[in-house]
């Protein structure tokens, strides 16, 4: 039975309201913009009113239909183009000549994923792996997705408002064919692909082999999805391709590198250590053929390069960032402050480049970890997603591109709009690692020296009761907070140091000292709070629960962590000889944060080498030492 589309929930209902924003900087992109399809006398046609499509379309009667399309590359070497496998669900009236732009979702996870052994992340002084190797099973990948075909929400709201909903298997997996590369260029070509096929521009087969063309379609695409599936919409993004009009990167990667590596070292993503390209590769390798992709799996295997770190050929191929120019669709990011998986560099990154290329943009930055805004904010979410759908596929003037451009999440986790993030009040505040504490005042240089404890103790453990004397880590920190501060942007290293042992690595880590409850990654669901917002049918009844984030009352919280490799102090391409215990100047960035600081805590930042869960882990015994007075921490701070 058909739920209506109207949003209920058993405590209120909202009214929602279309915001009318303040920035003019993006108000000539609406000259552009392409006007809703005009329909012919006879024909179906959209309906639009006070400039929002309107669900008047079956969901229960939607017509299913599944493509296979060639792609430009070759990916497996079999002398034939790979094809991507595409499922499409759209409004029966486009068999009648409703034209409608489609929402695609492009992911490697929709047939599922294989238990791999992970890299073994204990080394020997040399770098190369001690120990045993994680066995078949032990952990799964990180970046995981949806796995059910028509999970989510997409085609319950806006098939009923005029749109296709597609989902489309990754090369190397599921119904494509081709290998999975982790990033690697022939993935991005593979999903690009589908936006060409939806124009025109690519040759498509029905599952009897009949060649079949997208005459429904306008075009106008989007793209969308959580994690692997967030990263994709990026990719095929600065690929420039014509028809591709919006995309929502939900916690997705950037650039690859910043995925596995940091500052010129070998850097897991958080919780799963000893990932890496071909782990991660070979888990979603889930296509019918299972021996011909082997040797591209070994090839990732032999340049993602273990040992060193480095940026190289195979990294700059998966970085995104270079190409951010050729964007020509609106992008609205989301990211949550707590996801350690798919770091917030990555957002901070895209958002900066996508400011120097003028790219129109909007951002959400919330508190929760690796997960998908909608249950935490849902009439919200559904009602900017809407509108920013309605406006770059459609081309309504509903205000989506003249708001306040961002949407951050409180420590109360209310929240706020403003025009761009790092707020514009935003300044750089320097602060001292001087010998008793953090200072904006340099104090007197002193050489403070701690001993690395390698792969035992993990740096939670390290940086808990910093007034506690330990020889494994150095811990600066400022007295009580007169007022709350608040730090939101990319805090920035300079530390003058030397290291003498086998570990390479220096870590800093800024911490939050100071009872509080504070939201951590994960979310709780609201069992009482049950939300219908989209029509349902059989198994799928277009409703959810809301979620809350998950809290915990702690002592401290580590707000940020940066890692740099000192051999790498001078460039992330290529290595540079560091002598045992001559001192270096040294610069890093953390991880990009938004954070207050409440009055009364204290502000610290603590130095170790090993970060037991994200770095590799050399034997115990490195000597980091330190210059105070001259080494610095600086915070971006606002009001």
């Given at each position: 039975m058909a739920r209506p589309t109207r949003m209920r929930t058993a405590h209120r209902t909202r009214v929602r309201t279309v915001r009318r924003w303040g920035t003019a900087a993006l108000a000539a992109v609406l000259l552009t913009a392409l006007p809703v399809p005009a329909a012919q006398a006879g024909t179906p046609a959209l309906s639009v009113v006070g400039d929002r499509t309107q669900p008047v379309f079956s969901?229960?009667?939607?017509?299913?239909?599944?493509?296979?399309?060639?792609?430009?590359?070759?990916?497996?070497?079999?002398?034939?183009?790979?094809?991507?496998r595409m499922r499409i669900l759209r409004p029966k009236e486009t068999d009648a000549g409703l034209r409608v732009a489609t929402i695609v979702e492009a992911s490697p996870y929709w047939a599922g994923i294989d238990d791999v052994p992970f890299h073994n992340v204990d080394v020997d002084e040399d770098g190369l792996p001690a120990g045993r190797r994680l066995a078949a099973g032990e952990r799964v990948p990180g970046l995981v997705g949806p796995s059910v075909t028509w999970s989510g929400y997409t085609d319950n709201y806006f098939l009923p408002r005029g749109y296709a909903v597609a989902q489309l298997d990754s090369l190397g997996t599921g119904g494509s064919t081709g290998c999975p590369t982790s990033g690697g260029r022939n993935e991005t070509l593979g999903a690009k692909a589908a936006v060409d096929w939806l124009n025109g521009r690519a040759r498509g087969w029905d599952p009897d082999g009949t060649p079949v063309s997208a005459g429904w379609s306008t075009g106008d695409t989007a793209m969308m999805g959580i994690s692997y599936n967030g990263t994709l919409p990026t990719a095929v993004a600065t690929t420039g391709v014509e028809g591709l009009k919006a995309i929502v990167p939900i916690s997705g990667i950037s650039s690859w590198y910043d995925y596995y590596r940091a500052g010129g070292g070998v850097v897991a993503p958080g919780g799963y250590q000893g990932e890496d390209t071909d782990v991660l590769a070979k888990a979603v390798y889930s296509r019918a053929d299972r021996e011909i992709c082997k040797p591209v799996l070994d090839r990732l295997t032999a340049e993602q390069d273990r040992v060193t770190g480095d940026f190289t050929r195979f990294w700059k191929e998966r970085d995104y960032l270079k190409d951010v120019r050729r964007i020509k669709a609106g992008v609205?990011?989301?990211?949550?402050?707590?996801?350690?998986?798919?770091?917030?560099?990555?957002?901070?990154?895209?958002?900066?480049?996508?400011?120097?290329h003028d790219v129109p943009r909007k951002l959400w930055l919330h508190q929760a970890g690796h997960s998908n805004p909608m249950p935490l904010r849902m009439e919200e979410w559904l009602d900017q997603l809407h509108q920013w759908f309605d406006h770059w596929l459609y081309g309504l003037?509903?205000?989506?591109?003249?708001?306040?451009r961002v949407d951050v999440e409180?420590?109360?986790?209310?929240w706020r709009q403003q025009?761009?993030?790092?707020?514009?009040?935003?300044?750089?505040?320097?602060?001292?690692?001087?010998?008793?504490?953090?200072?904006?005042?340099?104090?007197?240089?002193?050489?403070?020296?701690?001993?690395?404890?390698?792969?035992?103790?993990?740096a939670e453990q390290l940086v808990a009761d910093p007034g506690t004397p330990r020889a494994d880590r150095l811990v600066y920190s400022t007295g009580p907070l007169p007022k709350d501060l608040r730090v939101n942007g990319v805090p920035k290293m300079s530390v003058r140091a030397s290291l003498a042992g086998s570990s390479p690595y220096v870590t800093a880590l800024l911490v939050d000292y100071g009872t509080d409850t504070r939201a951590t990654a994960g979310t709780v669901t609201d069992t009482s709070q049950l939300v219908c917002y989209g029509?349902?049918?059989?198994?799928?009844?277009?409703?959810?629960?809301?979620?809350?984030?998950?809290?915990?009352?702690?002592?401290?919280?580590i707000v940020s962590r940066g890692w740099l490799d000192i051999r790498n102090r001078y460039s992330l391409e290529r290595e540079s000889k560091a002598v045992e215990g001559r001192e270096y100047h040294l610069t890093w960035g953390m991880q990009p944060q938004e954070h207050v600081f409440r009055k009364g805590h204290r502000l610290g930042v603590v130095l170790i080498s090993t970060d037991h869960d994200y770095t590799l882990r050399y034997p115990a015994g490195t000597e980091l030492s330190v210059r105070t007075g001259i080494s610095s921490v600086t915070l971006p701070v606002a009001r």
């Amino acid at each position: 039975m058909a739920r209506p589309t109207r949003m209920r929930t058993a405590h209120r209902t909202r009214v929602r309201t279309v915001r009318r924003w303040g920035t003019a900087a993006l108000a000539a992109v609406l000259l552009t913009a392409l006007p809703v399809p005009a329909a012919q006398a006879g024909t179906p046609a959209l309906s639009v009113v006070g400039d929002r499509t309107q669900p008047v379309f079956s969901r229960a009667e939607a017509i299913h239909q599944q493509v296979d399309i060639e792609t430009e590359v070759d990916s497996d070497g079999d002398g034939r183009r790979d094809t991507v496998r595409m499922r499409i669900l759209r409004p029966k009236e486009t068999d009648a000549g409703l034209r409608v732009a489609t929402i695609v979702e492009a992911s490697p996870y929709w047939a599922g994923i294989d238990d791999v052994p992970f890299h073994n992340v204990d080394v020997d002084e040399d770098g190369l792996p001690a120990g045993r190797r994680l066995a078949a099973g032990e952990r799964v990948p990180g970046l995981v997705g949806p796995s059910v075909t028509w999970s989510g929400y997409t085609d319950n709201y806006f098939l009923p408002r005029g749109y296709a909903v597609a989902q489309l298997d990754s090369l190397g997996t599921g119904g494509s064919t081709g290998c999975p590369t982790s990033g690697g260029r022939n993935e991005t070509l593979g999903a690009k692909a589908a936006v060409d096929w939806l124009n025109g521009r690519a040759r498509g087969w029905d599952p009897d082999g009949t060649p079949v063309s997208a005459g429904w379609s306008t075009g106008d695409t989007a793209m969308m999805g959580i994690s692997y599936n967030g990263t994709l919409p990026t990719a095929v993004a600065t690929t420039g391709v014509e028809g591709l009009k919006a995309i929502v990167p939900i916690s997705g990667i950037s650039s690859w590198y910043d995925y596995y590596r940091a500052g010129g070292g070998v850097v897991a993503p958080g919780g799963y250590q000893g990932e890496d390209t071909d782990v991660l590769a070979k888990a979603v390798y889930s296509r019918a053929d299972r021996e011909i992709c082997k040797p591209v799996l070994d090839r990732l295997t032999a340049e993602q390069d273990r040992v060193t770190g480095d940026f190289t050929r195979f990294w700059k191929e998966r970085d995104y960032l270079k190409d951010v120019r050729r964007i020509k669709a609106g992008v609205f990011v989301v990211h949550g402050g707590n996801d350690w998986n798919v770091k917030t560099q990555h957002f901070g990154q895209l958002w900066e480049a996508l400011k120097r290329h003028d790219v129109p943009r909007k951002l959400w930055l919330h508190q929760a970890g690796h997960s998908n805004p909608m249950p935490l904010r849902m009439e919200e979410w559904l009602d900017q997603l809407h509108q920013w759908f309605d406006h770059w596929l459609y081309g309504l003037d509903n205000g989506a591109t003249t708001a306040p451009r961002v949407d951050v999440e409180q420590a109360d986790f209310s929240w706020r709009q403003q025009r761009d993030w790092p707020d514009r009040s935003t300044r750089d505040l320097t602060l001292r690692l001087n010998a008793d504490g953090l200072s904006p005042l340099p104090g007197r240089p002193v050489r403070q020296t701690m001993t690395d404890a390698g792969r035992t103790v993990t740096a939670e453990q390290l940086v808990a009761d910093p007034g506690t004397p330990r020889a494994d880590r150095l811990v600066y920190s400022t007295g009580p907070l007169p007022k709350d501060l608040r730090v939101n942007g990319v805090p920035k290293m300079s530390v003058r140091a030397s290291l003498a042992g086998s570990s390479p690595y220096v870590t800093a880590l800024l911490v939050d000292y100071g009872t509080d409850t504070r939201a951590t990654a994960g979310t709780v669901t609201d069992t009482s709070q049950l939300v219908c917002y989209g029509e349902g049918i059989p198994g799928d009844t277009g409703c959810a629960y809301r979620t809350r984030h998950r809290t915990e009352t702690a002592d401290f919280k580590i707000v940020s962590r940066g890692w740099l490799d000192i051999r790498n102090r001078y460039s992330l391409e290529r290595e540079s000889k560091a002598v045992e215990g001559r001192e270096y100047h040294l610069t890093w960035g953390m991880q990009p944060q938004e954070h207050v600081f409440r009055k009364g805590h204290r502000l610290g930042v603590v130095l170790i080498s090993t970060d037991h869960d994200y770095t590799l882990r050399y034997p115990a015994g490195t000597e980091l030492s330190v210059r105070t007075g001259i080494s610095s921490v600086t915070l971006p701070v606002a009001r």
